[in-house]
């Protein structure tokens, strides 16, 4: 499998993820710059955290002028993966690759701190391999998580199984009290009808150990690479 590594101006989990993608699940990982035109010679492609084009003078024109975005929905109906995390899940929300769309914290506060979440489904690269009784532990920190959509939307998500993870607490029980972006139904990951393009609010390249062994996060990117190589082979 080879992964690709969407870069903007101003961003920073690009460097984590390859960090991770390469030295912990030890794949094959490329970098891939905004401005790039495509096709990309890739089976996955993922787009980080941070703050894209914020260092530019005018974010909206740095993405309108993003070769390498608006090639991502060429990439998509191709059948390939796209996973973004944060601020990469608000990106394929725009481009409409995924339904709904993220907005502030409830708090307007910026949220940093470790959550768990429970997976909906094993029917996705993403979640096949995790255990649906199980709370994994990874943190969140944005500004702008709070995962928003329409009712008709959340009726097709549910019934075309698009939930793939709800923050809930460590015994693994969803309730509003640990919601703490706000996010509708609790909702920490979707995916599209497809089931090829992912997005996710918490960071798990950002909890790769624990103190007795591999992190949540691990477990979790794992998942989806085995996922991946399991589609591709």
Known sequence: MKAGILKYPGGHG??????CISAHLHQEVCEIWYAETGPFDVDV??????????????????LEHS??????????ASGKYI?????????????????????????????????FVKPEN????MTEQLDQEEAYYIPVATYRG??????????E???????LFRYCDHEGRITESVNYLGSTDNIAAICNRDKNVFGIIPQPERALVALDGKGDGYRILDAVIKGVNSKIS
Do not use: W
């Open 67 to 76: 070769s390498a975005l608006r090639y991502i929905n060429e990439f998509a």
């Open 14 to 19: 690009d460097t984590e993820l390859m960090h």
């Open 157 to 163: 998500m549910r019934q075309e199984g698009q939930i």
């Open 122 to 125: 094993q029917h996705t690269i």
């Open 83 to 115: 996973i973004g995390i944060n601020s990469g899940f608000h990106l394929l929300c725009e481009l409409d690759l995924l339904p709904g769309m993220l907005e502030d914290n409830t708090s307007k506060k910026f949220v940093c701190k470790y959550v």
């Open 45 to 62: 492609l993922l787009i980080g955290g941070g703050f894209p084009c914020r260092e530019s003078k005018s974010i909206q024109t740095c």
């Open 146 to 155: 709070k995962y928003r959509a329409g009712e008709n939307d959340l009726v």
